[in-house]
């Protein structure tokens, strides 16, 4: 019972995004020969996006061979390389500047509780935070940890606020933020 119940609960899951993905949303596309166009952006599940430049047009498909990337929804998405995979990933760009950064979602299903009529705890989604320094993109994940710090030892005044905590490592956001505008 507790196995149909888990299979439930993933279809359940994987059918609510895909419909929460379903529908077109005004965006930008930004094409690799740097134009741009503005229409209906629907983001594909396996990657990709549907562009359409009116809601009556033919949607056409676009992906890492065509497009930079692209806004929707207030948001900025672009494709980048990471560990020297051929394909590149999506990531939502949050900061740029002298340190780029990017952020993905990801979903944790959490546990089931064993011979709890399928209760499970510990799901949600998280953030998880890349820089991109001097084009090498790092995964920092939810937060500025130790081994992190000496990227930023050419601004003594950052490093300073992290330690006193006046920034803690989980503001990961504000700390880049700082950095690209108060650092060398």
Known sequence: MIKSMKKILILFVMLSFIFASAQYNNGTVFFKDNTFSKGLIKIKSFGGIKFKSDKNSEAVYYDYNQINGFDVKGKRYKYVKYNDNLTPRLFNERIKGKIMLYSNEVYNPGHMVPNSGGISFGGGTSTIYFIKVKNKLIRIGSKIKKKHIKI?????????????????????????????????
């Open 152 to 184: 930023f030892n050419n601004c003594p005044s950052l490093i300073q606020k992290i330690e006193k905590k006046e920034l803690k490592k989980i503001h990961v956001y504000k700390i880049i933020a700082y950095y690209n505008n108060n650092c060398k």
